[in-house]
Structure formats: C-alpha cells, structure tokens
T-cell receptor, first 114, second 115 residues
Framework: AQKITQTQPGMFVQEKEAVTLDCTYDTSDPSYGLFWYKQPSSGEMIFLIYQGSYDQQNATEGRYSLNFQKARKSANLVISASQLGDSAMYFCAMTPNRDDKIIFGKGTRLHILP | EADIYQTPRYLVIGTGKKITLECSQTMGHDKMYWYQQDPGMELHLIHYSYGVNSTEKGDLSSESTVSRIRTEHFPLTLESARPSHTSQYLC??????????????FGSGTRLTVV
C-alpha cells in the first residue's frame, strides 16, 4: 500500500531562515513521482515541485528544493530564505507511475514569524 | 494562470437545497477528480473520471454525484444539502501521460456552507 507521512503538524520559523518540511513515503513500486503543494489560507492548492523516482538530481524550483533520499524513502521540502508569504499549509504527495491518483499526506502548517 | 476553473468560490445555502458546483478545464485532460477537505485537514478523494461518460466513486463515501458529458466539464451535484456537507470542494485534472504522472492542476476550490 502507498502511504505518505508528514510528522510535523505545525512549524514556526523566523523570516529569512531556511525551512525543512519532512516527508517520508512508502511504496513498493519502482517508478513513482513525488510532489509538494502549498495551500494558503485562501484554499487553493498550488503546485511547488516534482521529483521523479529515477531522477538523479534533486529537483529545484526557485527557493524550493526537494531533498530526495531514495534509500530512506524521504522527500523533504527545503525553502530557502523564508518569507511571510510562505505561511501556509504544505502537502507532500506521491503516486506510482502505473496509477493516476495521487496520495496526499496530512500536511504541515508553516508559520513564518516577522 | 489557472487553466481549471471552479465556481462559485464561496456558497452559503440553506438545508435541503439542491446545488451544483462547477468545474471546467481548458487543458484537454481526460482524468479529473473531486476532493473534499475540511479546514486545515487532509484531502479526501470523493469522485473521479477518466473521460466522457466515465465516473467513479473515490475513497471517501459522499452523497454527492458527478457527471462527465464533455471532456472539459465535471460538475458535482448535491440533491439535498445538509450541514454535514459544509466543507471545501477542490476539483483537479491530471497531467498523467505516457506512463508518467506529473501531478494535478487544481482549481481554486469552492467553500460550501450549509446552514
């Protein structure tokens, strides 16, 4: 069975500091995709970053990077130089490539302090 | 720029009313989904579709129904709204192609309140 675990229900971080949001996953499929989404208080889901299981390098998108450790089944999101606008709920997600449906974790609520 | 649109953005309605939440996408995606999410909580898949005239129930049982008469349109209907239906409803379409899953594009959501 596929499973996503986010162990941090909430985090408080000072503005301009780097943030790491933890995510571990469980799958027996050799080919899969990993995702992070941001959900601000307005409710929409914003795609942040994608990592394929066969990608050799960690994915990066601007201030976002995904620390992919395949052997540990870990896919942590790193936000560099945090900003007040980063305050939101963050969801880690994955799917085996043989399937279309994405499995979401329970989320981490990030608060950036001025 | 959003390529998947949900209306209304907010809806407050009385118990017993029939409602339809609209979802349209302009990307030509075959696969579409409806998720239900209580504030600050996890997402639950309630319906999905793999194309025209294809609809399936998701992991979370829901009293809502869906239809897919056109590829771009995937509306969700509640025949008789109840306070327990109060939630956010998120529509998404999938970029699944060539055996690889590149994730979902989400609409902005509909926040439903039944009073």
């Amino acid at each position: 069975a596929q499973k996503i675990t986010q162990t941090q229900p909430g985090m408080f971080v000072q503005e301009k500091e780097a943030v790491t949001l933890d995510c571990t996953y469980d799958t027996s499929d050799p080919s899969y995709g990993l995702f992070w989404y941001k959900q601000p208080s307005s409710g929409e889901m914003i795609f942040l970053i994608y990592q394929g299981s066969y990608d050799q390098q960690n994915a990066t998108e601007g201030r976002y990077s995904l620390n992919f450790q395949k052997a540990r089944k870990s896919a942590n999101l790193v936000i560099s130089a945090s900003q007040l606008g980063d305050s939101a709920m963050y969801f880690c997600a994955m799917t085996p490539n043989r399937d279309d449906k994405i499995i979401f974790g329970k989320g981490t609520r990030l608060h950036i302090l001025p | 720029e959003a390529d998947i649109y949900q209306t209304p953005r907010y809806l407050v309605i009385g118990t017993g009313k029939k409602i339809t939440l609209e979802c349209s996408q302009t990307m030509g995606h075959d696969k579409m989904y409806w998720y239900q999410q209580d504030p600050g909580m996890e997402l639950h898949l309630i319906h999905y579709s793999y194309g025209v005239n294809s609809t399936e129930k998701g992991d979370l049982s829901s009293e809502s129904t869906v239809s897919r008469i056109r590829t771009e349109h995937f509306p969700l209907t509640l025949e008789s709204a109840r306070p327990s239906h109060t939630s956010q409803y998120l529509c998404a379409s999938s970029q699944y192609r060539d055996g690889l899953n590149y994730g979902y594009t989400f609409g902005s959501g509909t926040r439903l309140t039944v009073v």
